[in-house]
């Protein structure tokens, strides 16, 4: 067993998370209203980004993991990152 | 030497099948899945002998058009799902890999036998598709929108089959990465590890990262057969490219899934023929890895002419270029170590040398296809049937097959019969070549895959073709034989025939349970010999 697995985060950090998850919530729904064009998906992916590293660091307790398994996960998001990039990298160039 | 204290004598809390369909003993599962692949495998090749029997004449010979469309994409789920992609890992690898690390087990046991049922079931589905609903799948085995989408065949349950795979091969990776990092045995350090558990960990990592994306993308067809979404309608504001980018997301990787741990076995098994140290140890890991990261970075190199823009064309053809220099790295170290080797030309590496000589064609031909230029002339031709088969059969199958005998005494402690795989191998050899070769010249000349009937000038070719494939059909036959009857009267292996010098050797054949008496203790690189 780790021992870094044993670190308990406080009710109050929870709650921060929380609310700090409904607020991005409200201005993800704020963003889509204003009609920015292609900026607005952008806004949402970003948005949603913030949102999802909060739940993995805070809830599902990454922030206090070994370095290792952070690499790990960062290899996901990288392949993740380019997959989508090499997709639609000539978004621009299209027919 | 022990005896006696097999792991196929263990007692177990089951008894019959049960100690064998619910055991989480890695060597009990290998074989679970060797005989549920080579089955699978053996309806494959049924299906390909009545393919190249329909394609003897032009017009209708024994089946009429749409099931000879449903015939060829069953050949293809299923010697690609169920036979090639769990393959040389499922099978041989969860048998060897704690062997070779000197592990008592994988790091997942129960993991690893729920991997096995997600393969049962997920064939189970694929085979009741075949038989319900509007009948087997035509689409082939890649599934493309829209008409996948339109058809009225069972796509949709055959596709959930698929999925149900994918959970499986997933899972294996991820249980395979976390053996090599958390097991290994003393001693063992990264580099003393030998080269087909560093085939299988770069593997594994292809299967966690990619499979996924298979299993999304399946799922998104799923919904739009169902519920008609519109991912992939434009007149809903989808895009049917989006779903060969999402396929082939998956399914490029997939093909080095395929064939690196053939490349690790090929690695193994050099060594031991040429009875000296590999040649390049650290380049072969390194390309690899290499193999699995760019592999990732080239899946659009099969969409060309599908109407993807002019730029992302040259991005894939350059990326694709790239890989082809980690493949040739390994071929180079391969010849290397065997130049300057004492050969010992016994089957096992009889199969190995035909695996570089058809897989370098393979590899080759790759190269035509990803040239954009030869792409358009080539695409959607027998010239990519060809080159499939070169890479995929003439490379994996082969390397599977030189693995099989191989490991053989390991596997069941019997010796096959030396004479009887070399004539195997002559007829295997012979009509591979006779089947697929024709097929570049096809392919080149304009003759399209998947047609039901042809034009006069290529009858010739079609019919050399038909034959080959009734000579492969021997070979196959001839070594089935042979492997099948040594099982039960098979001369008794000693513990180490080949005078292998990795762990998998240092104990008995077949293994004990636990693998080993005493923990294994590593104390040098892997191919020391004298």
């Known amino acids: 067993m780790n021992k870094n697995n044993d670190h308990t985060i406080g009710f109050k950090t929870y709650i921060a998370i929380w609310f700090c998850l409904v607020v991005l919530t409200a201005i993800t729904v704020t963003v889509s209203g204003l009609n920015m064009g292609r900026y607005g998906a952008l806004a949402s992916v970003l948005i949603a980004s913030v949102k999802a590293a909060l739940v993995l660091l805070f809830f599902m307790h990454l922030k206090y993991e070994r370095p290792f398994l952070k690499l790990m996960l960062l290899v996901t998001i990288c392949t993740i990152a380019v997959i989508i990039g090499l997709t639609f990298f000539d978004i621009g160039v299209r027919y | ?530």
């Open chain 2, 1 to 530: 030497m022990i005896t006696g204290n097999s792991f196929y004598n263990a007692q177990d809390k089951h008894k019959g099948i049960l100690s064998w369909i619910l055991s989480t003993d890695h060597k009990r599962i290998g074989l679970l899945y060797l005989t549920a692949m080579f089955s699978f495998f053996f309806v494959g090749v049924i299906l390909g002998l009545l393919i190249r029997l329909e394609l003897i004449a032009p017009g209708r010979t024994i089946m009429s058009a749409p099931a000879y469309n449903a015939v060829f994409t069953v050949h293809g789920v299923i010697m690609i799902f169920l036979f090639i992609i769990p393959g040389i890992p499922a099978g041989l690898g969860n048998f060897l890999l704690p062997l070779q690390i000197g592990a008592r087990d994988v790091a997942f046991p129960r993991l690893n036998l729920m991997s096995w049922w997600f393969y049962v079931s997920g064939a189970a589905v694929i085979l009741i598709s075949l038989f319900t609903g509007g009948g087997p799948p035509d689409t082939g085995w890649t599934f493309y929108v829209p008409y996948s989408i339109r058809t009225g065949t069972n796509v949709t349950l055959a596709v959930f089959g698929v999925f149900l795979l994918g959970i499986s091969s997933t899972l294996t990776g991820l249980n395979f990465v976390t053996t090599i990092h958390r097991l290994r045995a003393s001693g063992m350090t990264w580099l003393r590890m030998p080269l087909f558990p560093w085939a299988l960990y770069a593997t594994g990592w292809v299967q966690i990262l990619a499979t996924p994306v298979l299993a999304l993308t399946l799922l998104l067809l799923i919904f739009e057969r169902v519920f008609g979404l519109g991912f992939f309608d434009p007149a809903k504001g989808g895009d049917p490219l989006l779903f060969e980018h999402l396929f082939w997301i998956y399914s490029h990787p997939a093909v080095y899934i395929m064939i690196l741990p053939a490349m690790g076995v090929v690695s193994e098994i050099i060594p031991v023929f040429a009875r000296r140290t590999i040649f390049g140890y650290r380049l072969i890991v390194f390309s690899s890895l290499a193999i699995a990261f760019v592999g990732y970075l080239v899946w659009g190199h099969h969409m060309f002419t599908s109407g993807m823009s002019d730029l992302s064309k040259v991005v894939f053809s350059f990326l694709t270029f790239i890989v082809a220099v980690p493949s040739g790295i390994k071929i180079f170290n391969w010849v290397s170590s065997l130049y300057g080797g004492s050969i010992d030309m016994k089957s096992p590496l009889l199969y190995t040398v035909a695996f570089i000589f058809l897989f370098s064609i393979g590899g080759i031909t790759g190269l035509v296809n990803s040239a954009l230029a030869t792409n358009i002339q080539v695409h959607g031709t027998y010239f990519i049937v060809a080159h499939f088969h070169y890479t995929m059969f003439g490379g994996t199958a082969f390397a599977f097959f030189a693995a099989l005998h191989f490991w053989f005494p390991k596997i069941f402690g019997k010796m096959f019969r030396e004479r009887l795989a070399n004539t195997a191998w002559f007829f295997l050899f012979a009509g591979f070549n006779t089947l697929y070769f024709p097929m570049f010249i096809l392919g080149w000349q304009g003759m399209p895959r998947r047609y039901y009937d042809y034009l006069p000038q290529f009858h010739t070719l079609q019919v050399i073709s038909t034959i080959g494939s009734w000579i492969l059909a021997t070979g196959l036959f001839i070594m089935f034989y042979n492997l099948i009857s040594s099982i039960f009267r098979g001369e008794k292996a000693l513990s180490n025939p080949w005078g292998g010098v990795t762990l998998e050797w240092k104990t008995s054949s077949p293994p004990p349970v636990e693998n080993f008496e005493e923990p294994p203790v590593v104390t040098g690189a892997p191919y020391r010999f004298r």
